[in-house]
């Protein structure tokens, strides 16, 4: 890690206004995603089987590159289209979706993008979208070594 001397300047001031338009930009590589979030309480205790990613929007059809929530499973679009995934969250406060464009993870509320790979809540989700989408799981740890560890819990919903 001595690469850090390459750069002589002092350290920049992001603007977080910029993220409402590097969220198009989302694989142009600096985007940093956030290793932990606040929110994943809200998360869906079955995440083991979503929808398939070509499904369309349940409001509008659009027929791509949705978003999954991850605390209902629906799927809407995102905000270039008709700002479903946007308007779900302003109005249930379920702020985790997953894009089914690139598998990025975004928090409303943290504003940001999510480490799927470094969160373990959201690997086992990340891993099925990926198995659906491409045909294989991701390049780490599978779900199966997950539940191994994971002690199973029963009779863990307490909502009413
Ligand atoms: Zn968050
Ligand atoms: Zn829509
Ligand atoms: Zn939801």
Request: charged fraction near 20%; proline fraction near 7%.
């Amino acid at each position: 890690m001595a690469n850090e001397a390459s750069a002589s300047s002092p350290s920049p001031s992001p603007s977080p206004s910029v993220w409402e338009e590097e969220f198009l930009g989302a694989d142009s590589g600096w985007v940093e995603a956030r290793t932990s979030c606040d929110h994943l309480s809200s998360l869906c205790s079955d995440l083991s089987q979503i929808p398939i990613p070509d499904s369309p929007c349940t409001r509008c059809q659009h027929p791509t590159e949705n978003w999954l929530c991850l605390s209902c499973k629906d799927v809407l679009c995102s905000r270039f289209v008709n700002q479903h995934m946007l308007k779900h969250f302003q109005e249930t406060e379920h702020c985790l979706a997953l894009s089914y464009s690139d598998l990025s993870v975004w928090c409303f509320c943290c504003d940001a993008y999510l480490d799927a790979q470094v969160i373990l809540q959201l690997r086992p989700v990340y891993e099925v979208a990926h198995l659906l989408k491409f045909g294989e799981r991701p390049p780490f740890r599978t779900i199966e070594y997950l539940q191994l560890c994971d002690n199973q819990v029963e009779g863990s919903s307490s909502s009413s």
